[in-house]
């Protein structure tokens, strides 16, 4: 049980990016098996991944923690595309995770970052 005024996370529940990199590789498996890169449904597709990987985070079990997921898709093209992102936490408990899928027709690039904070547990 966590302490209601608690500003960290206990330590059991502490950021692992090897826990969330396999949440996000498990969503790329179920949902980008065979999809080809269809300029209208990009806007949608992002979307529903960013939700499938909150969700899944969510479900981890990493309470005390606020989420931001990414999704950055694009079509393959044989041409080069740089990222950065930059945010301010606390280095002891906040991390983030990210993974790369590619195939003939496209990328997806997704990042996931847990920032600590005084919130509610997730339900």
């Known amino acids: 049980m966590f302490s209601p005024y608690s500003l960290e996370p206990e330590t059991l529940f502490r950021f692992k ?3 969330v990199k396999a949440c996000i590789r498990e ?3 179920e949902q980008l098996s065979g999809v080809q890169y ?3 449904e990009v806007p949608a597709l992002s979307r529903a991944l960013a939700e499938s990987i909150k969700n899944k ?3 981890a079990g990493f309470e ?3 989420f931001v997921v990414q999704v950055v898709i694009g079509e393959q093209r044989g041409e080069g595309v740089k990222m950065a992102s930059r945010c301010f936490w606390d280095a002891d408990t906040d991390s983030y995770a990210e993974d790369l899928f590619m195939n003939v027709s496209s990328f997806y690039s997704f990042s996931g970052c847990l920032r600590s904070g005084p919130n509610e547990p997730h339900a």
């Open 17 to 19: 990016p090897v826990i």
């Open 27 to 29: 969503i790329l498996r």
């Open 38 to 40: 269809e300029p209208e």
């Open 57 to 59: 985070l969510k479900d």
């Open 64 to 66: 005390r923690y606020k």
